[in-house]
């Protein structure tokens, strides 16, 4: 988990506007992100109910252009 420590932007009533981070904190929060996307597409891809094959051949037929 991030460890963040926001300072908020307050209007004339005391009500949060927006959040300010440090470049440090935004770069994890992205990382994070980032992450949970692979996360995601992994999720969804084991999901697909396809025919496996062995990464080899994967490769092999994504150089030679072999549609399935």
Do not use: C, F, N
């Amino acid at each position: 988990m991030v460890q963040i420590q926001p300072e908020y932007i307050v209007d004339s009533s005391s009500h949060r506007r927006a959040v300010v981070l440090s470049i440090e904190e935004w770069q994890a929060i992205l990382g994070e992100l980032e992450e949970l996307d692979d996360i995601r597409l992994y999720d969804k891809t084991k999901a697909v109910d396809e025919e496996e094959i062995p990464l080899d051949l994967a490769l092999q037929e994504i150089e030679e252009g072999v549609v399935r």
